[in-house]
């Protein structure tokens, strides 16, 4: 079994509309959740931190359920700039090393 | 503005070359890791290093070695290069869970 598993996609949507990406993970140890944005042929960069109580920041909503180890990204009102490759990324303990899903492409369109 | 660079963006090398790959932070962090990016295989970690003259291996160190003789610098050592090493290298550095990432170096080993 992976340790984190993504839907590779890729997602094609217009402009302005909702889309939804899932991760599953597979240590239940996992302490810290994140989801990183990677664009074309640049490296990754966090996005944001993702917490049980779930947390937005503008039209991104990211969730966290630790009974099910499921994580959810939610972008509102798609960009053309949004299109990326977000990766799903948890971590043991501070400092240790992330564990990156393989990433799901968003391919936002006119 | 934090930092990270790698030595070369691109490199170009022959099967049974030893290669070098260096990275730099200045940051003052204390972790730092290498990882290598691979389509469909997404990020993987190779080594890491959570202080000077300290080095852990990740999932692939096969064919891999690293020095860390200062805090800033992280060095990923190709002892002799082979064709499967042909791959996007990654690294980045950590104090608590966001690591910042260099611009990577393609290499390609012919």
């Known amino acids: 079994r992976k340790e984190v598993e993504q839907d590779p996609g890729p997602f094609n949507v217009p402009e302005g509309a909702t889309v939804a990406f899932n991760c599953t993970y597979s240590?239940?140890?996992?302490?810290?959740f994140f989801w990183y944005r990677q664009d074309c042929r640049k490296e990754p960069k966090l996005l944001m931190s993702v917490y049980s109580s779930g947390n937005e920041d503008g039209r991104f909503t990211a969730q966290l359920n630790r009974a099910s180890q499921y994580i959810s990204l939610l972008i509102r009102d798609s960009k053309l700039s949004d299109s990326a490759t977000y990766l799903c990324?948890?971590?043991?303990?501070?400092?240790?090393?992330?564990?990156f899903g393989k990433g799901t492409t968003l391919s936002v369109s006119s | 503005d934090v930092k990270v660079t790698q030595s070369s963006r691109y490199l170009v090398k022959r099967t049974g070359e030893k290669v070098f790959l260096e990275c730099v932070q200045d940051?003052?962090?204390?972790?730092m890791f290498w990882y290598r990016q691979d389509p469909g295989l997404g990020l993987r970690l190779i080594y890491f290093s959570y202080d000077v003259k300290m080095k852990e291996k990740g999932d692939i160190p096969e064919g891999y070695s690293v020095s860390r003789e200062k805090k800033e610098r992280f060095s990923l050592i190709l002892e002799s290069a082979s064709t499967n090493q042909t791959s996007m290298y990654l690294c980045?550095?950590?104090?608590?869970?966001?690591?910042?990432f260099g611009p990577g170096t393609r290499l390609t080993v012919t």
């Open positions: 980045a550095s950590s104090v608590h869970y966001e690591q910042y």
């Open positions: 240590n239940s140890a996992s302490q810290s």
């Open positions: 990324v948890v971590q043991l303990s501070a400092g240790t090393a992330l564990i």
């Open positions: 940051m003052d962090h204390e972790n």
